[in-house]
């Protein structure tokens, strides 16, 4: 299987310098989200101490015309620290530092969602709401072969490989388990993972996360994840549907819920949340890619555990509509839907801003309201 020439490198002797001491100066790895919406960007500047809050992070700049945000004639885009993280690969007191990226003349980037976002959660922060993202991914060789499937075949049908044990079901645990372990020295709210249906294919979970925190987190969450692909010499696919055929494409199902739905008799919160959602698909199929619904086409066909992207549906413990309610939320009359139309590329921020202003703010029609 095809691995990246930079994995060959020796581990051990990078080692010896990676325990050299820092003295009192701080690494600080600045991280963003790139032009296409999906990509991310990082880059590395010394501290002189370190940062104790977002507050202690000066602003950056880089190339805009190198990250498909920018044209040569007006190039440079300003990195504005918005959360921080422990950094897992060097270690305390080195930090992950998630920025939002600004143009020449200060207005949001394109791909800047959070900054939307962020306006949103705060004028609804009273309602306390609380997400939880399950990010599908599929490992690949850097050939884009799926990891551990034959050179020239297909492995054996779908069936036992999700939540499966075994070397003949279980296809990279090695990177799942690093990828587990970073995030919770992170500080990322990484709550499980698990082998999916598809070999090579797995999923985390991250939550619950109120507001903002659901964005920062995922996003923080697939920046480690490639990373420690990298490591090991291999790519973390975000395709939606990696492998044409017989094989479950990928999503990023999205759990939400309110202090209201989660309380007695929430059930009527939840329900009155869907049907607003059911009158609003389109809008939401738009901001659950990065390109405005042509990924989840691919996905959503109304097999594999999907629903069709041209009709909205909702069931109780359903796996093939748009909104699943859980059995026990069913049973217990409180708790939190799954929207399970996101694709695995979604923008974190997009998808919970679209929620928030469809189930919260009670917007209807095709366009978002522009507060």
Known sequence: MATSASSSLSKAVKQQYME???????QAMYIWIDGTGEGLRCKTRTLDSEPKSIEDLPEWNFDGSS?????DSNS????????MFRDPFRKDPNKLVLCEVLKYNRKPAETNLRITCKKLMDMVADQHPWFGMEQEYTILGTDGHPFGWPSNGFPGPQGPYYCGVGADKAYGRDIVEAHY??????????CGTNAEVMPAQWEFQVGPCEGINMGDHLWAARFILHRVCEDFG??????PKPIPGNWNGAGCHTNFSTKEMREEGGLKAIEESIERLGKRHRYHIRAYDPKGGLDNARRLTGHHETSNINEFSAGVANRGASIRIPRSVGQEKKGYFEDRRPSVNCDPYGVTEALI???LLGEEGDEPTDY
Not at 20 to 26: A, E, F, N, R, Y
Not at 67 to 71: I, K, L, N, S, V
Not at 181 to 190: D, H, K, M, P, S
Not at 234 to 239: I, K, L, T, W
């Open 20 to 26: 050299l001491p820092q003295g009192d100066k701080v």
């Open 181 to 190: 372990r970073a995030c919770l020295y992170a500080g990322v709210q990484i």
């Open 234 to 239: 291999v790519v973390a696919s975000f395709d």
């Open 357 to 359: 202003r469809t189930c």
């Open 76 to 83: 440079d885009m300003y990195l504005i620290p918005a959360a």
């Open 67 to 71: 990250t498909y945000q920018a044209e």
